[in-house]
DNA sequence: AGAGTGGGCCTTTTT
DNA sequence: GGCCCACTCT
């Protein structure tokens, strides 16, 4: 039981804080501004909850990242002095991952089941265009990663796939029909491999409420308090599961900002927080406008151009900051002199005492990035771009995993033919020739299992020699006791055969056995297979990124597309290619719900500054087809009032060509 | 005809 | 930095 009252919300919350805390029972849209204390209200709002009584597991938290719900988590523990047991906080899928474990059964699938990431679902989708026999040549069908796409944007719209064809992808009209049944083979083979994807998780945790009025019931009465963060963000989908679980209780709160709804492009729908008061009854609102981040001037820039935009709640940041000084626009005379000025600008700062900590570089495209880093490499500056290819969607990490889900879920035939064309001889053809030998046994591990001579496997001898050396490994793995030490499983599939593997194929083994060496310690902290394979598809995390605990190597200045620093701030902001052309992106133009939401990337990305913010732009591109191009500054800036911004006017000396 | 290489061109991304 | 396309060489 959680001591009651031993916070003071009042010294530690501002009024409009204060006033969601206390009295956000009911159906409530908090409309959070950049800056103005949001997580602090969620994480006091929980505590609150938590103090007055409420059971943590009546309490269902529901973030946008795996990170997002840890740190609030964490946050919420500091604040009580105990850990809010039985509260359950994470992603959506996060969530109908757990839920989905426990009534798998009643979609006709087991606990045990896979899920597929993104690649995955694309080598199933290829694979089901070969069952289909679909001319792979075919101009005018989609690949099977953007078959993908395709199919993810409908499920996750709740939209006809042909409407989102029309919408999206109207030069594939005419593959509707055939893009229907892939669609229905895909799922098909997601049952035979007890596979879900992403979307499954969403979509199976939606049917299992809507269709099992027994479950619909016993989470409605369990889930009292659902909180949701970053709304604005939400597609369809999301919203019917919100819709679900927010009936017979009645206490939703959802927290947000319309204006800073970035994911569009991906199915989110501004849209639901807009029209969360028609949906959800007697919905109260609440304002949070006191910025604690920005100073006075770079406020006035995000409000004036924010105000351009027609489908939004009415808002206007106030900051009790004293003045600093106007954000600074930079013409440059070209990409090149960009990224220079940047360079030498960041090393002022820093001799001025700014630690490169507290400044980044913010791009809408992570292209635009390369330049600055030639400069920054060229100069000596320390920096880390964010994002890349994450840590556990590498081949290697891949690879191994790939082991322990066959022996979790002996169904997951994609798990087989990627480990068993790890083997010299053989390939796509021969893996799916030996795994269809293994399912018509029935059990296809015990089946592998005792067949060490590959006698039932007909295929030619160098292939053969792959699958004893397999059986060998798989043998090793010590079934019985695989399901609760998957450390000691991975150091023994490295060890006994994937070692040679990498160090064959891969140049830069000795990173990636090093790699693996951090997985397995990372295992290690796991009793259960299953659940280290559940979390590892549903976590973030980069290459680079230490698994265990991040921990930045030195000082560095931090490179980023706007979409990944939501949510993050620094003192300085450089914000790069504030030209026509670039920003807003062309194809935005045309559209006016497009262009709003070019112009609520840039609110981000304004709002990310604390006290300086140099809008950059350059003023010449070369193209090889028509030479030198005069760029104009972005609509964005034109926007803007004269008063309320510096246009700077800076030579650059130029770069020398010493490389 | 098929494979390999170089150059140009890029939205944005979490699970 | 990655992917696709075109061009070239075998």
Redesign the pocket.
């Known amino acids: 039981m959680v001591t009651p009252y031993t916070l003071d919300y009042h010294t530690a919350l501002n009024e409009a804080q204060y006033r969601v805390v206390t009295q956000g029972d009911g159906h409530v849209l908090v409309l959070a501004g950049p800056g103005s204390g949001k997580t602090r209200t969620l994480i006091y709002r929980v505590a609150y909850l938590l103090e007055h009584g409420v059971p943590p597991n009546a309490i269902l938290l529901v973030t946008?990242?795996?990170?997002a719900a840890r740190e609030m988590l964490e946050r919420v523990e500091g604040l009580l002095q105990q850990p809010p047991d039985g509260l359950w906080g994470g992603?959506?899928?996060?969530i109908g991952?757990l839920l989905l474990r426990q009534h798998a059964d009643r979609l006709g699938f087991t606990p045990q089941f896979t899920i597929l990431?993104?690649e995955d679902a694309g080598d199933l989708l290829a694979a089901c265009c070969a069952d289909l026999k679909l001319p792979t040549t075919e101009r005018r069908l989609p690949?099977a990663n953007v078959m993908g796409?395709i199919l993810s944007l409908a499920v996750n719209t709740q939209r006809p796939l042909a409407q989102v064809v029309a919408t999206h992808y109207p030069y594939f009209a005419d593959a509707v029909p055939v893009l229907e049944r892939v669609a229905a083979r895909y799922t098909a083979r997601k049952r035979q491999a007890n596979a879900f994807d992403?979307?499954d998780?969403l979509r199976g945790w939606l049917q299992l409420l809507e269709q099992h009025a027994d479950l619909r019931g016993r989470y409605a009465e369990r889930f009292r308090y659902v909180l949701v963060d970053e709304y604005q963000d939400t597609n369809r989908l999301q919203f019917s599961l919100i819709r679900q679980i927010g009936r017979g209780h009645g206490n939703v709160l959802v927290v947000g900002d319309d204006a800073q709804a970035?994911?569009a492009?991906?199915g989110a729908d501004v849209t639901n927080i807009l029209e969360f008061p028609q949906h959800f009854p007697d919905t109260t609102v609440f304002k949070l406008e006191m910025n604690y981040r920005s100073t006075p001037e770079i406020l006035a820039v995000a409000n004036h151009s924010i105000q351009h935009n027609t489908r939004q709640f009415p808002k206007a940041l106030t900051t009790m900051r004293p003045a600093g000084t106007p954000p600074a626009v930079v013409p440059l005379m070209d990409q090149r002199q960009q990224a220079a000025f940047v360079a030498q600008r960041l090393l002022e700062l820093r001799d001025e005492g700014t630690p490169l900590e507290q400044m980044a570089v913010l791009v809408?495209?992570?292209?635009?990035a390369?330049e600055l880093e030639l400069e920054l490499t060229r100069r000596n500056i320390p920096y880390v771009i964010?994002?890349?290819?994450?840590f556990f969607?590498q081949t290697h990490i891949k690879d191994v995993l790939a082991y322990l889900k066959l022996l979790v879920n002996p169904s997951d035939e994609l798990a087989w033919g990627r480990t068993l064309r790890l083997h010299d001889g053989i390939g796509a053809v021969y893996a799916r020739r030996i795994w269809q030998r293994l399912q018509a046994a029935g059990h296809p591990l015990e089946a592998a299992l005792r067949d060490a001579g590959g006698a039932s496997v007909d295929v030619p001898l160098r292939a053969k020699a792959g699958w004893q050396r397999f059986h060998k490994t798989l043998g090793a793995l010590e079934i019985p006791e695989a399901a609760q030490h998957p450390g000691q499983v991975i150091a023994e599939i490295v060890s006994r055969s994937y070692r040679a593997h990498v160090e064959t194929h891969f140049q830069d083994a000795r990173d990636r056995l090093e790699d693996l060496a951090q997985l397995t310690a990372f295992a290690n902290t796991y009793q259960s297979t299953e659940t280290l394979l559940a979390d590892l598809?549903?976590?973030?995390g980069f290459k680079g990124e230490t698994i265990t605990a991040w921990s930045p190597p030195d000082e560095h200045v931090v490179l980023?597309?706007?979409?990944?620093a939501k949510g993050l701030e620094w003192k300085v902001v450089f914000l790069l290619g504030m030209s026509d052309g670039q920003f807003p992106?062309p194809?935005?133009v045309e559209e006016s719900d497009?262009l709003e939401?070019e112009r609520r990337?840039f609110y981000v990305a304004v709002t990310r500054a604390k006290d300086e913010l140099y809008l950059t732009y350059p003023m010449t591109r070369y193209?090889?087809?028509t030479g030198e191009v005069l760029l104009r500054p972005s609509r964005f800036l034109q926007e803007l009032p004269d008063t309320i911004v510096d246009q700077w006017s800076v030579q650059v000396a130029d770069p020398a060509f010493d490389d």
């Open positions: 946008f990242t795996v990170k992603t959506f899928h996060h991952n990431d993104e690949q796409a992403y979307d998780l970035i994911y492009f991906r809408r495209a992570r292209y635009q390369s964010r994002g890349g290819v994450r969607e598809s549903l976590r973030e980023s597309t706007i979409h990944q992106h194809k935005a497009a939401e990337l193209s090889s087809q």
